[in-house]
């Protein structure tokens, strides 16, 4: 109301924009997906190794999975398991992080494809 009433006076009304306002967007993309689509041999996304993808692979059969179960398993798309074991994917530490838990063992650091240990969590 105060608004319309400052507008019918002719004052000047400063009005702002919210970003994304009204649109159903919780999860911003912070990449520059300019720079991804410009992607050259200098300026290059890491990718996840072979090894890492094979050892994806390995753990995943021994448990009995398939990449859609695995995926299931994880809360994601089949399709990442299976960019994550042919090395297409670009490491996300949350991602890892989950498959590691769900075939137990190691995707990350010096000591990949060795088992986790259960010890006590610290709080």
Partial sequence: M?????????EDVETS??????QNKQHSITKNTAKL?????EL??????????????????????????LATKINEKPQVIADYES?????????LGKIERAIGLKLRGKDIGKPIEKGPRAK
């Fill in 37 to 41: 689509d410009r992607e050259t041999e």
């Fill in 17 to 22: 924009k919210k970003w994304a306002a009204g």
């Fill in 44 to 69: 290059h996304h890491d990718r996840v190794t072979l090894e890492v993808g094979k050892v994806i692979q390995q753990g995943r059969q021994s448990k009995g999975l398939t990449q859609k179960d």
């Fill in 2 to 10: 105060a608004i319309l009433a400052a507008q019918r006076r002719g």
């Fill in 87 to 95: 090395g297409r994917a670009i490491p996300n530490n949350q991602v």
